[in-house]
């Protein structure tokens, strides 16, 4: 039983393109988290959401837009993709928003954008 | 601004030798952190945490180090394994930041048989 799942593994496209991730978790978590990691491995939390309510909205482009349609399903939809954006996407969650609940972390996605 | 880094990008070790792997901070503000263990193609693995009203925590295996004067945290591996091969990152909160993580570069740890 997988607690994290992202939807898909792999996504290449072409500049300009929209995509969207996919993220569910069914540990019964009231906050999930989307992060990027580059390809240096620097891992940097992009955005979260506690309950459907934005709570931590990091120095993201606005062409990046999560949507949280129930607390287990984080979404994130990325507009006029660039190159610059290619890199892994993990979800996460964790059971409360408190700054010691551990996150678990999904396999993530690797984005490759052309 | 505040950072977590690592000292080392790669560390190679020997199977069953112990492993350490460090980690400086910047924000004397922070007052709990987190080890993860990445491996190849998966997301993070939470092993250990340590608050800042302690120095040391253990667990199977594992140990972490915790010094507030000079900003610096440790994880201790004892009898390393080659399942213990992966990248691992140091993370850093502070009480009020609500599951903002700040993560550390990585340092890959590659275990020799």
């Known amino acids: 039983d997988t607690a994290v799942s992202q939807t898909p593994k792999y996504l290449v496209t072409q500049m300009g393109n929209d995509k969207s991730i996919k993220c569910e978790q069914n540990?019964?978590?009231?906050?999930m988290y989307w992060y990027k990691q580059d390809s240096k491995k620097f891992l940097k939390i992009m955005f979260s959401?506690?309950?459907?309510?934005?709570?931590i909205n990091e120095t993201v482009p606005n062409r990046f837009s999560p949507k949280s349609p129930d607390k287990a399903h984080l979404n994130l939809h990325i507009n006029s993709l660039e190159l610059g954006d290619s890199a892994v996407y993990f979800c996460?969650?964790?059971?409360?928003?408190?700054?010691?609940?551990?996150?678990?972390f999904g396999p993530g996605t690797r984005l490759t954008v052309l | 601004g505040e950072s977590v880094g690592l000292h080392l990008p790669t560390l190679s070790v020997q199977e069953g030798d112990n492993s350490i792997i460090n980690c400086a901070y910047s924000?004397?503000?922070?007052?709990?952190f987190i080890w993860y263990k990445q491996e190849s193609g998966k997301g993070p693995q939470f092993i250990i945490d340590?608050?800042?009203?302690?120095d040391k925590r253990q667990g199977q295996r594992v140990t972490v180090l915790l010094n507030k004067t000079v900003k610096h945290l440790s994880l201790q591996i004892a009898a390393t394994q080659p399942g213990d091969s992966a990248v691992y990152f140091c993370?850093?909160?502070?009480?009020?930041?609500?599951?903002?993580?700040?993560f550390g570069q990585g340092t890959t740890l590659q275990v020799k048989p």
């Open positions: 996460a969650s964790s059971q409360h928003r408190e700054f010691t609940d551990t996150q678990y």
């Open positions: 540990l019964g978590h009231d906050t």
């Open positions: 340590i608050r800042s009203n302690m």
């Open positions: 993370a850093e909160t502070r009480t009020g930041n609500t599951g903002k993580l700040i």
């Open positions: 924000n004397s503000a922070s007052d709990y």
């Open positions: 959401y506690n309950n459907k309510e934005l709570i």
